[in-house]
């Protein structure tokens, strides 16, 4: 338990706050209340404000820091976001199934070999191509704890491991300018708080990839957040045969302009 609270000590000590940490818990050392699933973290209100401080600060100081969003993620879900969330997967028949079925994207669910041999244009293909290119797996996303309720905890998990998946269907890539995309179309798509806050990222961008995001890649996460079916409901381990313009067109997103083409070079 003590290792398991490491997070939320580095978090205190971004904001100076190491005393707070140690005076804001009500629990007792031993009166901790037991963990509603394996890996669970429960907090005070308290701690979880600081824990929301903590990981902001950092995340907003190094974007990279994927421990540290997705801290910041379980803190702010709570207590509002993470149920609007589960209540639109219970009014839409997929998201139902999804929750029902409470399936893992991890390398062990998820055969590479296998994906890699789909047809090209496959949502399939184009994951599996994605993690190559970027040199990432399924299992690089952190496990949920501090999400008391275990069914709102597998949202958050399930919302996690599909990360991946939103990239591969945008083309948006993991850099700083495609993460701020993403976030921002994640945002107004989920309303998960984190998703907004990491936006405010592009304020330490040069001035001409600023111009980019607030010109031409906030107004398409905006643009297509809002219209888009809302994509924690699709059922990716269904889609994988499928075409990835397809399923654009199905739910309603438009591929935004390429971070990595010719148009953005000589930039300074």
């Not at 000590?13 to 050392?29: C, E, K, M, W």
Request: hydrophobic residues 40%; proline residues 8%; aromatic residues 8%.
């Amino acid at each position: 338990m003590l290792s398991a609270l490491n997070p939320l000590k580095r978090a205190a000590q971004l904001v100076g706050a190491r005393t707070l940490l140690s005076s804001a818990s009500i629990f007792p050392p031993t009166a901790r209340p037991p963990p509603n699933y394996p890996g669970h973290i429960p907090l005070t209100t308290p701690e979880r404000a600081l824990l929301a401080v903590g990981s902001a600060v950092g995340s907003l100081l190094n974007p990279r820091r994927g421990d540290l969003i997705a801290a910041l993620g379980e803190a702010t879900a709570t207590p509002y976001f993470i149920y609007r969330l589960r209540d639109a997967m219970l009014a839409d028949p997929t998201g139902r199934r999804i929750l029902r079925d409470r399936p893992r994207i991890t390398s062990k669910t998820m055969s590479m070999e296998m994906l890699r041999a789909l047809p090209d244009g496959t949502v399939g293909r184009e994951y599996a191509a994605w993690l190559d290119k970027e040199g990432v797996s399924p299992d690089t996303r952190s496990q949920v704890r501090y999400i008391d309720d275990p069914e709102c905890a597998y949202i958050m998990q399930r919302y996690r491991e599909s990360h991946d998946f939103y990239h591969a269907l945008t083309g948006l890539p993991i850099i700083v300018e495609g993460e701020i995309a993403l976030k921002a179309f994640e945002f107004f798509n989920t309303l998960i708080p984190m998703t907004g806050l990491s936006m405010f990222a592009f304020v330490r961008l040069k001035r001409s990839e600023q111009a980019r995001i607030l010109n031409t890649y906030f107004p398409w996460a905006v643009r297509n957040g809002l219209l888009a079916r809302e994509v924690i409901n699709i059922y990716w381990e269904e889609e994988l045969l499928t075409s990835v313009v397809a399923l654009r067109e199905r739910i309603g997103i438009e591929k935004p302009p390429d971070l990595r083409s010719g148009w953005f070079v000589g930039d300074a």
